[in-house]
């Protein structure tokens, strides 16, 4: 099941730069519906993962 879908508009507290998701838009935008960050026991920066992120 996909964890979310492309909407017409950005989640505007969101910054993405990776451009090579299905869901960055111009200006490092986000269109996801919705955005999931793991692991839940995540200690700093390097160890959470964005488990929304869907290759283009």
């Known amino acids: 099941m996909e964890r979310a879908h492309k909407d017409s508009s950005p989640i505007t507290r969101v910054k993405c730069v990776v451009d090579s998701c299905e869901y960055w838009d111009n200006g490092n935008q986000c269109l996801a519906s919705a955005i999931e960050?793991?692991?839940?026991?995540?200690?700093?920066t390097q160890?959470?993962?964005?488990?929304?992120?869907k290759p283009k």
């Open 37 to 44: 960050i793991q692991p839940p026991q995540a200690s700093d």
């Open 47 to 53: 160890d959470t993962d964005c488990a929304t992120f």
